[in-house]
């Protein structure tokens, strides 16, 4: 049942109190509750589970080895053809050996920790709505207009092209988010090399075109759910950005739609989660996928996740995307309009969580 169903139930009077308390779901079972509020519920068609075909090889979850990558030509061949054949079938894949070291990854999962199990009052001075700022944490950035919410808290951080002066950040993970989004653009500037090679362009065509001029953080805590069956960690949607690079702990629950089946994404220590976004399946006219994807809730927790999203949706730019014009020919005429990525978010955001692609809204 959804949460606006329950005879009268006030829904924004509860989303008032629970957004005026700053201490978001982990407030609530700090609290002690042990029943999910109603408009936390989904309704039972947005919570329905599909299981996948045995031994089918076509729902085995793509893992890429880097090993060889810069130093080895036809690996990196090899490579290159691995993520095309992601990219286009899943539009996800996960990336193991990427350079990253485990330590640092390790330690940027403790700094999430550390930031959302210290005092309350530490917290709540960068609780806001303001999505100007270049901190922000709140609980469910959709809260007011969303069908129903969703059982996380998270932290938003701009890391480039201007990153926040020092003193701006959380003392709990200044020193290892700075160091982690140092080596996420790294590996983001190596990535997009590759995906620029398996489409026939030229090494550097997608980080010359701007793909890699932004990079956004966001650190997602998902407590632990006392009703995991009523209700989300994240609502169906797709990824805005050019590509998303997704650090995720142990427990798992990430999930991605697959040939309308619900696939789990293994949560393999050492591992990276990649997956194209909307605005490289726009600019690849549809050749590579960008895949809808949910995270379920779950009794054990707090699960914890890093999300790295390529994007300029914060900056003043005024470039226009739209198929690639090397790509084009008569047999493959462009799908999409051109846009900016400020119009394209915006019209993502507008639709908000589980709103359906806004590549819709730029066909032509």
């Not at 075909?53 to 793509?62: E, S, V, Y």
């Not at 894949?93 to 640092?104: A, R």
């Not at 700094?111 to 944490?137: A, H, N, S, W």
Request: one cysteine or more.
């Amino acid at each position: 049942m959804g949460s606006t169903s329950y005879p009268g139930y006030d829904r924004s009077l509860d989303l008032k109190a629970f957004d005026e308390t700053k201490a978001g779901v982990k407030g609530l079972v700090d609290a002690g509750i042990t029943h999910v509020p109603p408009f936390f519920h989904q309704p039972p068609h947005v919570l329905a589970k599909s299981s996948v075909p045995a031994d089918d090889t076509n729902f085995r979850f793509p893992i890429i080895d880097l090993t060889g990558v810069t130093k080895d030509s036809s690996m990196r061949k090899e490579i290159v053809e691995n993520i095309r054949h992601a990219s286009e079938t899943w539009g996800f894949f996960l990336v193991i050996n990427h350079g990253i070291p485990l330590s640092v990854l390790e330690d940027m999962k403790d700094g999430v920790r550390r930031f959302y199990e210290q005092d309350i009052e530490l917290k709540r001075k960068f609780y806001t709505r303001d999505y100007d700022k270049k901190i922000v944490y709140n609980s469910n950035f959709d809260l007011y207009s969303s069908p129903a919410a969703n059982w996380r808290d998270s932290m938003y951080f701009q890391m480039a092209p201007n990153l926040p002066e020092p003193e701006e950040f959380p003392t709990t993970c200044r020193d290892i988010l700075m160091k982690y989004s140092e080596e996420l653009m790294k590996l983001g500037k190596l990535l997009f090399q590759l995906l620029s090679e398996s489409l026939g362009l030229s090494t550097n065509y997608l980080n010359d075109i701007g793909c890699t001029e932004g990079l956004n953080c966001l650190c997602h805590y998902y407590p632990a759910c006392p009703q995991p069956e009523v209700t989300l960690g994240t609502s169906k949607h797709a990824d805005n950005g050019f590509l998303s690079v997704l650090l995720q702990d142990h427990i798992g629950g990430l999930q991605v739609l697959h040939q309308n089946y619900w696939i789990d994404v293994p949560p393999t220590p050492g591992t990276l989660v990649v997956n194209i976004g909307d605005l490289l399946q726009l600019s690849t006219n549809d050749k590579y996928k960008s895949a809808e994807h949910r995270v379920l809730a779950n009794r054990q927790g707090p699960r914890v996740s890093v999300a790295g999203f390529f994007t300029t949706a914060f900056m003043p730019n005024s470039r226009l995307y739209g198929p690639i014009k090397e790509m084009l020919s008569e047999e493959n005429p462009p799908k999409y309009r051109e846009t900016t990525v400020q119009e394209f978010v915006a019209c993502s955001l507008a639709r908000g969580l589980d709103g359906g692609s806004a590549l819709l809204d730029f066909k032509l």
